[in-house]
Nanobody
Framework: QVQLVESGGGLVQPGGSLSLSCAAS????????MVWYRQAPGKQRELVAT???????GYSDSVKGRFTVSRDNAKNTVYLQMNSLKPEDTAVYSC?????????WGRGTQVTVSS
């Protein structure tokens, strides 16, 4: 059974930082591309950051320079370091795995940026 479990969300003040994790099980993690998405209330889901099985990374323009995606294949975990957070970063953040076995989603973790 494939599971993706996100953690690390919470409430943070504008300008603050949070680090999210997504732990995967049931897949050959190292050969999967991993993607972080977010969805704010009333808005469409937005791709935030990607890390491929080959180690390449990519970011949406809205987070470039503030967020950093990384992965630890030994721990089957992908991370999202979020710095200089803004109120508009408030959303549910979910991780997504894409690979030979299919496409899988986690349930998400809430990030709220507010003073």
């Amino acid at each position: 059974q494939v599971q993706l479990v996100e953690s690390g969300g919470g409430l943070v003040q504008p300008g603050g930082s949070l680090s999210l994790s997504c732990a995967a099980s049931g897949i050959a993690f190292r050969i999967y591309n991993m993607v972080w998405y977010r969805q704010a209330p009333g808005k469409q889901r937005e791709l935030v950051a990607t890390t491929t099985s080959g180690g390449s990374t990519g970011y949406s323009d809205s987070v470039k320079g503030r967020f950093t995606v990384s992965r630890d294949n030994a721990k089957n975990t992908v991370y999202l370091q979020m710095n200089s957070l803004k109120p508009e970063d408030t959303a549910v953040y979910s991780c997504n795995a894409i690979g030979p076995g299919g496409i899988f989603w986690g349930r998400g973790t809430q990030v709220t940026v507010s003073s």
